[in-house]
């Protein structure tokens, strides 16, 4: 936004995109150059760990996920495993089954889309990002720093979403908890699973605009 856009912006996010718009629009430094977000299927982590330290895992889910992220992080800091799982990982056949596992939209999920995911794992330092992705710090999930940030909010779900589910995990807190008690916070739930911009591209465009529209000077 400083660099490129030069000027005050209403942030984008998906998943991970979404976490880290709000972790932007959180810095205390910038804020004023974040005019609003929205948030698609927010993420609560870079990674899964961060059921390992947020409040709404139970103690016996972080007791046995500490153990298999324990595991995980020992076999990926061999880098022969870390090499065959990662192979194993981006073949064109796997991706595509989980695109349309978090699809609705199957027509969706074509040859292009797959490539333009596969294409990034073909950099020769994919793998490495790959391991520090899955094995690294999963950050600040966003309950924590929430209250820093004083934007109008704007946050679309897809209803079939297995990653991030509205019924679920960080669900509640934002689809109930935020919508509930936080000013300026709306939600808009489409038939869309994970990705709903590119699954149901027409639903959100008409949620967005509409939620555009509303705030002010605008």
């Known amino acids: 936004v400083e660099q490129v856009v030069g000027k005050n912006s209403i942030l984008f996010g998906n998943s991970i995109g979404s976490l880290v718009s709000c972790t932007a629009a959180a810095d205390a430094e910038r804020r004023g150059l974040v005019e609003g977000l929205v948030l698609m299927n927010c993420a609560a982590g870079m990674n899964n760990k961060f059921i390992l330290t947020d409040t709404k895992t139970s103690a016996v889910g972080k007791a046995i996920g500490g153990v298999v ?66 094995t690294g710090d999963p950050g600040t999930t966003p309950d924590v720093f929430m209250d820093e940030i004083k934007q109008p909010m ?45 699954d149901d591209p027409e639903g959100v465009n008409k949620a967005v605009v509409g939620w555009l529209q509303g705030l002010p000077g605008r």
């Open 69 to 134: 992220f324990g595991i995980l992080d020992f076999l990926l800091g061999q880098e022969a495993f870390a090499e065959w799982f990662f192979a194993r990982t981006k073949t064109e056949d796997n991706v595509s089954q989980v695109l349309r596992n978090v699809y609705v939209n199957q027509e969706a999920v074509d040859k292009d889309l797959v490539m333009s995911i596969l294409s990034p794992a073909d950099d020769p330092n994919a793998q490495k990002v790959f391991v520090k992705i899955l």
């Open 154 to 198: 704007l946050l679309v779900w897809g209803d079939t979403d297995p990653f991030t589910p509205l019924q679920s995990g960080y669900g509640p807190y934002f689809a109930v908890e935020l919508v509930e008690q936080r000013p300026k916070t709306e939600l808009a739930v489409v038939n869309a699973g994970h990705c709903p911009h590119d």
